[in-house]
């Protein structure tokens, strides 16, 4: 008998007969907790994903210009979802969507001053979290885990999955 079927862990029946199984479970848990983590309660409520993309805004806002096509490609979601989140947050006086002068087409996506006053709450909350789930793992762990992260997703966009 394999030693990885002895363990208690439970992700090592999954690890062991399919990764894809493995990644799509922990990435179900980690939205689980992370909405449990940013649970606000109120009307201007976000959920786990909406703050990661708010965070996301207003640290890379103040590099550059952010565009719904940027949210996409970090966050791995299709434009339809990325239109529903974006007009979720601008409904609740989050971002705004402004012209560019450039290209009367694009609208880059700006965080309000709404947004700005919960930028120190929301950093720390996703530093928080992102310390919690990395607790216990050394640096070298992380970035092989990264290195593994990497070539699967090389993997998935070169296949026709």
Same mark, same amino acid.
């Given at each position: 008998?394999?030693?990885r ?11 062991f ?10 990435s179900?848990l980690i939205?689980?907790k ?10 201007d409520a ?15 806002s103040?590099?550059r210009?952010?565009?719904q ?26 971002i705004?969507r402004?012209p ?14 709404k947004?700005a006053? *919960?930028q120190?709450?929301?950093r +720390?909350?996703?530093? *928080?979290?992102?310390?919690?789930l990395? *607790?216990?793992?050394? +640096?070298?762990? *992380?970035d ?8 699967i ?5 070169? +296949?026709?999955?």
């Amino acid at each position: 008998m394999d030693e990885r079927n002895k363990s208690d862990k439970c992700y090592d029946n999954i690890r062991f007969h399919d990764i894809g199984m493995a990644i799509n479970a922990m990435s179900n848990l980690i939205k689980r907790k992370i909405n449990a983590y940013f649970d606000m309660s109120g009307p201007d409520a976000l959920t786990g994903k909406q703050n990661a993309v708010l965070g996301y805004l207003l640290n890379e806002s103040e590099k550059r210009d952010i565009f719904q096509k940027d949210i996409e490609k970090v966050f791995e979601i299709r434009g339809s979802s990325a239109t529903t989140m974006m007009q979720t947050l601008a409904d609740k006086g989050y971002i705004e969507r402004v012209p560019v002068d450039y290209d009367a087409r694009l609208k880059k996506i700006v965080p309000t001053k709404k947004a700005a006053v *919960e930028q120190t709450k929301v950093r +720390k909350m996703l530093d *928080e979290f992102s310390d919690s789930l990395k *607790e216990g793992i050394t +640096k070298e762990e *992380e970035d092989i885990f990264f290195k593994v992260m990497d070539k699967i997703n090389e993997n998935l966009r070169k +296949k026709d999955i």
